[in-house]
């Protein structure tokens, strides 16, 4: 069982820096990849970004150049840093655990983290 324990969500201004954090902890492994998707209002959940333990990163390309996920100094870590947010950015940010390769879709990943919220004005 992998748990995903998520922090960092909150507040910011249009144009503004949050910086998520996710921290897997349980069975996985030393091959993995961990990021995240997020929710926002009118669209179907979507990837953002994910980093394979190797360092590989996969990016929605939508969204590349405003995001960076990398890993603490600790795999089992991983941050998302989001500059320039915009309001269109507001919603849940939920990170995600699944072993091996990084894929796009969230079908491919069964392990969730509760969300975190962030609310961009």
């Known amino acids: 069982h992998v748990q995903l324990v998520e922090s960092g969500g909150g507040s910011a201004l249009t144009g503004g820096s949050l910086r998520l954090s996710c921290t897997a902890s349980?069975?996985?492994?030393?091959?993995?990849?961990m990021g995240w998707f997020r929710q926002v209002a009118g669209k179907e959940r979507e990837d953002v970004a994910a980093?394979?333990?190797?360092?590989?990163?996969r990016y929605n390309w939508l969204l590349e150049g405003r995001m960076t996920i990398s890993h603490g100094s600790a795999k089992n870590t991983v941050y998302l840093q989001m500059n320039r947010l915009k309001v269109e950015d507001s919603g849940m940010y939920y990170c995600?655990?699944?072993?091996?390769?990084?894929?796009?879709?969230?079908?491919?990943?069964?392990?969730w983290g509760q969300g975190t919220q962030v609310t961009v004005s």
């Open positions: 995600v655990w699944r072993d091996s390769l990084c894929y796009p879709g969230a079908d491919e990943y069964r392990h």
């Open positions: 349980g069975s996985i492994g030393s091959d993995y990849c």
């Open positions: 980093i394979r333990t190797h360092g590989m990163t």
